[in-house]
């Protein structure tokens, strides 16, 4: 009943910006928390910054300065705005969305499917 649809991937140059967005729809009363995971050829799918409700945030180390997260309640939707992009960046993200469902107080995770990156050094 819910879905994750994430976009805005692409290929870039290093130094270059790109910006991600989340979109979530279905029966979705609010959204708690949402992260962005991001997982390279060869490599464990890793936190790259994440957002709650009260509008805290965490980013990897590799990612702050560069990276900046957001969200728009009213559309359910949240961001990554990524600069300064480097080769080691390339990589599938992933949205990851804590969902508090209609008709329920309880949380639900749920995942996208992903948007590649590319980085050309």
């Known amino acids: 009943q819910v879905q994750v649809v994430e976009s805005g991937g692409g290929l870039v140059q290093a130094g270059g910006s790109l910006k991600l967005s989340c979109d979530a729809s279905g029966s979705i009363f609010s959204i708690n928390a949402l992260g962005w995971y991001r997982q390279a050829p060869g490599k464990q799918r890793e936190l790259v910054a994440r957002i709650t409700s009260g509008d805290s945030t965490n980013y990897a180390d590799s990612v702050k300065g560069r990276f900046t997260i957001s969200r728009d309640s009213a559309k359910n939707t949240g961001y990554l705005q990524m600069n300064s992009l480097k080769a080691e960046d390339t990589a599938v993200y992933y949205c990851?969305?804590?969902?508090?469902?209609?008709?329920?107080?309880?949380?639900?995770?749920?995942w996208g499917q992903g948007t590649r990156v590319t980085v050309s050094s």
């Open positions: 990851n969305a804590l969902v508090r469902r209609d008709g329920s107080q309880l949380q639900y995770s749920y």
